[in-house]
């Protein structure tokens, strides 16, 4: 058996295949959207935890296998060695804080992993003489049991 389509038929059937075609990609970047909205989010929610000089919640966003190498080129392989540091920092700086923001994410094709780039900065009181420093950083997020966690970040210092 044959199905045959004339004219307004075919021209029916093409225009049905484009549309939901159209639905179907506008649905994929609304996927993608929302996953860097939600990276975005949890990025000012780790900057206010920073400011806060919260360590439990500083920690939350990353992976426990986490590898962040610093500004000062200190590699800290594992979260209770990166735990250690913001200790130590805020003991001896009060009033210190990172601020990280995002210029762009790229998420991988699967909707795992992603990668995030932008610059950060120091902030501390004016009192102290090198008053801020900062640079650039990039951080590759992914899903753990469904949240998105930081996994890697590396940080250079430019000024």
Known sequence: MSIKIHGRGLIRCFLVLLLTSAVLSIRAQ?????????ILELRKESNLAIKNHQVADILKFLTDDVNITASNQQVFPSKQEYQNAWINAFSNYPDLYFVRKTKEIQ???????????????????????????????SALWVKVAGDWKIKSQLFVKLY
Do not use: M, R, V
């Open 30 to 38: 609304d996927g993608i959207s929302s996953a860097e909205e939600l």
């Open 107 to 137: 998420l991988h094709n699967d909707g795992e992993s992603a990668w995030e780039q932008g610059t950060w900065k120091a902030l501390g009181p004016t009192d102290l003489d090198w008053k801020s420093y900062g640079g650039n950083y």
